[in-house]
């Protein structure tokens, strides 16, 4: 069974810096898309980030290219979102989900996700 | 980008009933849609990828179709485990982005 976990949130000032980690188990890590995607107080899903296939290719969503960077250990079966000059738009559960075999682009599982506030 | 749009915001019916989730795109997403169900403190989950096909362990009352820019989720019968709320996303193209979801809730 695939397993996803997070870790790394809380609570940070606007313009910091936080590294979220994202374990991984029951799967060849290097194998599969992974993506992160984050979830506003009481709103919608917004998709943040992806890193897609061997090769590792990243994608960003407008508002976050330029500050977050993702990457991967293929070691230790784990994902990281690093988050610089946050804001507090930033706040959110960000979650680690997994793309499906059939295709890099579906999401399946999500972790339980962490908690990232931005505030002073 | 493409603007995945939801409705309605709110559906609010019995058990056993029929809902019908929509979610129209801004521009052809072609069959590249999923659907995702989320419970209160829960991750969502996959419901149906490609427009219409049932992810693994998902029950037959779930069922999508749809293509091009407008697209449909039903739920044959509801369940009382089925009342949450509903996301669409689309991969045709970058930035991957979601609906603002529809709340099914018991009358």
């Known amino acids: 069974e695939v397993q996803l976990l997070e870790s790394g949130g809380g609570l940070v000032q606007p313009g910091g810096s936080l590294r979220l980690s994202c374990a991984a188990s029951?799967?060849?890590?290097?194998?599969?898309?992974i993506h992160w995607v984050r979830q506003a107080p009481g709103k919608g899903l917004e998709w943040v980030s992806g890193?897609?296939?061997?090769?590792?290719?990243?994608h960003y969503a407008d508002s976050v290219k330029g500050r977050f960077t993702i990457s991967r250990d293929n070691s230790n079966n784990t994902l990281y979102l690093q988050m610089n000059s946050l804001r507090a738009e930033d706040t959110a559960v960000y979650y680690c989900?997994?793309?499906?075999?059939?295709?890099?682009?579906?999401?399946?599982?999500w972790g339980q996700g962490t908690l990232v506030t931005v505030s002073s | 980008e493409i603007v995945l749009t939801q409705s309605p915001g709110t559906l609010s019916l019995s058990p056993g009933e029929r809902a019908t989730l929509s979610c129209r795109a801004s521009?052809?997403?072609?069959?590249?849609l999923a659907w995702y169900q989320q419970k209160p403190g829960q991750a969502p989950r996959v419901l149906i990828y490609?427009?219409?096909k049932r992810a693994t362990g998902i029950p037959a009352r779930f069922s999508g179709s749809g293509s091009g820019t407008d697209f449909t989720l039903t739920i044959s019968s509801l369940e009382p485990e089925d009342f949450a709320v509903y996301f669409c996303q689309q991969r045709r193209s970058w930035p991957l982005t979601f609906g603002g979801g529809t709340r099914v809730q018991i009358k």
């Open positions: 890193l897609i296939g061997s090769d590792a290719n990243t």
């Open positions: 029951g799967l060849t890590f290097r194998s599969f898309a």
């Open positions: 989900a997994k793309g499906l075999a059939a295709s890099p682009n579906w999401f399946d599982p």
């Open positions: 521009q052809s997403v072609s069959s590249y």
């Open positions: 490609d427009a219409s």
